[in-house]
């Protein structure tokens, strides 16, 4: 059985979506800040992955995708480490990671 | 002449007054006392010799071949410049009705400063609150005065004008905690204002069409030329000239420029010499000081507006000539305040108040004369007008003087508070009565000839003017006798427990009684025509002189006098009679003709209730209301649109995630139904 | 080379200023300093006035004089100009005697450090502007001077004072946005061969006459709001009110002559064919200010609402005068407007001490003040009187001036408008002599103001100097006249048949 097997683009693009998604879904929905931050981290894997799956399937000879994903991965990092900061002070102050609740700043 | 004195005689009270005024409170008041009246003494010697050259010394300056007196210039210093041609000048105008008001103002000035050391002080000499303060405001006021008289443009007048009028505020409400004496004050000065509202439109008009501020331009001494008399000397004559031509071109409402011009000018003289309906004032000014009441409310100030009349006469007779009404103008508000505030004196209470009321009456009277000389009369209305008005202040002061000095010893302004007075106070009893007699026109004191001279050229004008004012004149001989017998006679005068009789003033009070009272027996000898007439030519009014009008004018004084001793001088039943007989004309004439409340009426219910107060309203609520509702609408809207602005992430990615899918499925929908 | 421009040292020294008050430690350092540096600009204002009189003894006759330039951003042609007339520098001057005298008015002021930064900040805003002949820099300068004033109400006021200084700031900034439009449309629609910000080239060369009417109704408005014309002058009875001595007195005395200078330098000076044209407007609108302001003030009871009501009617006044387009009605203006800078930042200074001492202004609550404190009795006295128009005090000279001036302009149309604004003289003797009889004179109203003192030594400095510069251009008119009437007879003016 000559089954050659062969990889398509839309083999990745189809779990990226569905991880997007899941990220979009998670955002909306969770009151939690861990978990938001979770679901955010989720659709930026998400869009990581496309810039890869694109770069290696559109441009192969390129590694502009690549960079950018790095970039990308290195600057994730960071945020979700201002963002636990945050978190975890927003946490001290008001014994809460619930957003619904954290509303002294607003207006 | 050399310019140094006249300077001085300005700069000697400018400098008395800031000198008074900034270090007075480290003198004492008698030092200032003395400072005051020296200062005031070395400006009365001054200006007696300034008037002394100007009249006698014959230089070609002031008087030229023909005897004809000049106006001279002495000195002139630009100080505002407006345009090429109109610039306010400070300078010192000599002629003779200038030279004859230095003489004025500097002596009556100067008794009044000597009196005042007297009368400001109690019974047991102790200076009053203020006394440095009181000769500062009298030295301004005299630097005021002279540098109206001697003014040589209009706009000099009209600064100087406006500061007579602060320093006369100042010196009326010189009793400033007292509430009468600060709305007095308050009232006087906001009725010359009004009334110089009109001066100064009248200014600017007459000043755009002759092109000029100068007196001299506008009306300098007649030399031979156009139309006989009113001709100006021709190298001069542009301003005139300038109002002929103007006078047909630009007219207003039926009149022509010249005459509104001139009416409005005479309406800030209305004001300053309280002519009907401006008159308001006057009485009220009576809170002041009594020095200050003889000084600015008798003899100098309120004369200003006959002065400024007679200062732009020629330009009055031009305007008649050309058929103008300027001039009846004149002489109809002088002919009716004259009848009217004699009729008001003759009932009021406060002997101030009488006196007030007979300067106005007074005051009508130069303005009449004023205004009746015409044709071959026009030199003796102008002299007679001048003439009463040197004779008036003398008589005029010494009577205030002697109210003053009453007033003093019996600490009340009312008659009621006097009575039979002649035997505790001899000198002021003889003082004022020689006073009364001069105002009532008794041969030989002074108002006899001045008013005698008014009479005759009213006689010249229309008969109906001369039966008018002799009436006047009777009236005025009426109630002067009035008072002088409540005050002096009536009955014995009762000393309350407790109180000093009343008694003859310091010397420094009755000095300058005695010296007026002399001036005023004697003042009406001097050969007025000689020196004062209003084109410089020397008119010799003797030779006029009219006996039967002299006779009548006499005998109608001499009437009116026993009419008001039967009346007044012992106490009877009779002037109560008087009053029932004729209960609504003694209830107009004892509140005024209700003047002081339609004036009330007209500020407090029009001005301040239906002007004032609306506008105020309107701005605050209508004008500030639209801005403030402009804030508020737009707070309003960021209000209602803020709830998109949550805060919440959460919220925004719904928001954006509707809207890409929206905008996706409008797109999509696009591309199927177009391409 | 910059600091060779003598000018340049008027927006120098108010930074030097900002940080010496920065360094400083203690009240007597920020008083040290506010002291120094505001004498030394009014000297060298002084300085400026005399060396301009000496250059154009010496026959300079080009219409300003010390001009310089510097590239700030030459891509928009941004440059900062400097150069003055006649004009500025009598605002210069304003300017500077105020500053100083501002400065003892706040002697005891809460917060020194930050209220007297933010006070510099304001002058260096007003002295950048007076200087300036490039608009661009004009307009910065001129928002430079303005936001400071928000903080110093808002913090240092009084009364309703977050109101107030809202309703300022915005009332001002919405007249700057207008301005801003006209300044742009300035730039580009001028004739020049080039865009430029250049006041003088602009005036060389015209303004695109398809634009002018519009720009010059902008920019007038726009000015319009500071000089406080009907109906944009609302803002100055609550700023006024609640602004702190120095600030109102700044206010009063010189912000709102930014105004009315702006309307002649920019709208007047720039495009006189539009306002040839449209002047006829505003003259009604400042026609109704000066007599409207001055009915209003009649009825006030607050001290500080008289005084800014009565600014409404005197800085009407001076752009009713500047609206007549002759010479010497806008002379009239320049002098009103320094007299009323300098007489307004009396009253208010006066103000500002009554009320810090019986801490009312409300004139029904006091009465007989003179016996209790009669220096700065007679000092309100002597302020009443120079703005009622009492000769020998400033006022008279200024409004005789513009009345005689507007009186030149012989239609009717001009004529019943003069004589409205000359009845203003009597109003304002009503409203004034109301305050002296109530506040000043009278029984006293209140017992416990009998404990009262006198004015101290800093506070007698401060108004003795305004009152000197009062009666100084009020007995010697002349030399202010000439001073400014240069400006005026200039060829931009003459080109175009305005006399």
Known sequence: MNFEFEWNSIMFLIPSLFMFCCGVYGFLTRRNMIAILISLELMLNAVDMNFVVFNRFLYPGQLDGMFFTLFAIAIAAAETAIAIAIIINAFRISRDIDVKDLSKMKF | ?????????????????????????????????????????????????????YFFSGSPEFINAEGNRLQAIICNVD??????????????????????????????????????????????????????????????????????????????????????????????????????????????????????????????????????????????????GMNDVYAVSAET?????????????????????????????????????????????????????TPVSALIHAATMVVAGVYLVARLFPLFLVNAEFGGYALDVVTWVGAITAAYAAMVACTQLDIKRVLAFSTISQIAFMMVSLGVSREEFHNLGYMASMFHLFTHAMFKALLFLGAGALIHAVGSNDYTDMHGLRKHMPITHITFLIGCLSIAGIIPFSGFFSKDEILSSCFGNSIFAYVWMSAVAALTAFYMFRLYFLIFWWKEHKVHEGHHAPKDQPWTMTLPLIILAVVATLCGLIPFGNYVTWDGHPYDFMAHFNWTIAGISLAVAVIAILVAARMYKTENPLPAKMRQAMPRLWDWCRNRFYFDELYMFITHKIIFDKI???????DRHIIDGTMDGLATITNKASYAIRGLQSGNTQNYVWVYLIGALALGGVTVAVIFLFC | MLFSNILIYFVVIPLLMLGGLALCRNIKQIRAVAVVGSTILTGLSVYLLVDYLGLRAAGESAPMLYCDSWTWFRDLNINLSVGVDGVSIAMLLLSSIILFTGSFASWKIEQPKAFFLWLVLLSTG????????????????????????????????????????????????????????????????????????????????????????????????GFGVLGAMFPFHTWSPDGHASAPTAVSM???????????????????????????????????????????????????????????????????????????????????????????????????????????????????????????????????????????GLPGLSGFVAEMTIFVGSFQEADTFHRVFTIVACCSIVITAVYILRVVGKLLFGPVQDEHHRQLTDATWWERLSTATLIVCVAAIGCFPNFFANLIKFTFDGAIFRAIGLN
């Open chain 2, 237 to 289: 004559a542009t301003g005139v000239f300038n109002i002929f031509q103007s006078k047909a071109a630009a007219g207003f409402m039926g009149c022509s420029v010249m005459t509104w011009a001139l009416v409005l000018i005479f309406m800030g003289g209305m004001g300053k010499s309280a002519m009907m309906p401006l008159h308001i004032w006057l009485p009220d000014a009576m809170e002041g000081p």
């Open chain 2, 612 to 618: 004032c107060r609306p506008i105020a309203w309107f």
């Open chain 3, 126 to 221: 007003v002295f950048g502007f007076f200087i300036s002949v490039d608009l661009f820099t004009m307009f910065m300068f001129y928002e430079v001077a303005l936001i400071p004033m928000y903080l110093l109400i808002g913090v240092w006021g009084s009364g309703n004072k977050n109101y107030s200084a809202m309703k300022l700031t915005l009332m001002l900034m919405g007249g700057s946005a207008f301005l801003m439009i006209g300044l742009i449309g300035i730039y580009y629609q001028s004739n020049a061969p080039e865009h430029t910000w250049d006041l003088l080239k602009i005036a060389e060369y015209g303004v695109n006459a398809d634009w002018q009417n519009f720009l010059f109704v902008v920019t007038f408005v």
């Open chain 3, 250 to 388: 700044l206010h009063a005395g010189v912000l709102m002559k930014l105004g009315g200078y702006g309307c002649f330098r920019v709208s007047m000076y720039l495009m006189p064919e539009a306002a040839n044209e449209l002047a006829w407007i505003f003259l009604i609108l400042t026609g109704i200010s000066v007599v409207y302001g001055a009915f209003s003030a009649c009825v006030q009871t607050d001290l500080k609402y008289i005084n800014a009501y009565s600014s409404v009617s005197h800085c009407g006044l001076v752009l009713f005068a500047i609206l007549m387009l002759n010479t010497t009605a806008m002379t009239g203006a320049v002098m009103q407007m320094l007299s009323h800078g300098l007489m307004t930042a009396l009253f208010f200074a006066l103000i500002g001490m009554i009320y810090g001492r019986t801490h009312t202004r409300d004139i029904r609550e006091m009465g007989g003040l003179m016996r209790i404190m009669p220096y700065l009795s007679v000092c309100y006295v002597i302020a009443g009187m120079a703005s009622l």
């Open chain 2, 1 to 53: 002449m050399e310019a140094t004195i006249p300077v001085l005689i300005l700069a000697m009270p400018l400098l008395m007054f800031l000198f008074l005024g900034l270090f007075g409170k480290f003198l004492s008041p008698r030092v200032s006392g003395i400072i005051g009246t020296a200062g005031m003494g070395v400006v009365l010697l001054m200006c007696y010799y300034t008037a002394y050259v």
């Open chain 2, 79 to 224: 100080w505002l410049q407006f345009t090429d041609n109109l610039i306010i000048r400070l300078g010192f105008l000599l002629d003779p009705i200038s030279a004859m008001m230095l003489v004025v103002i500097s002596t009556i000035s100067f008794m009044v400063h000597l009196y005042s050391n007297g009368y400001m002080r109690d019974h047991h000499g102790v200076y009053e609150r203020g006394f440095q303060r009181f000769y500062a405001f009298l030295a301004l006021f005299s630097f005021s005065m002279l540098g109206l008289v001697v003014a040589t443009n209009i706009f000099q007048m009209y600064i100087f004008w406006e500061l007579v009028g602060a320093s006369s505020y100042l010196l009326i409400g010189f009793y400033f905690t007292k509430p009468s004496a600060v709305a007095a004050s308050k009232k006087a000065f906001i009725v010359t204002r009004f009334a110089d509202l009109g001066f100064l439109i009248g200014i600017l008009v007459l000043s755009y069409y002759t092109g000029t501020f100068n007196f001299t331009d506008m009306t300098s001494v007649p030399v031979a």
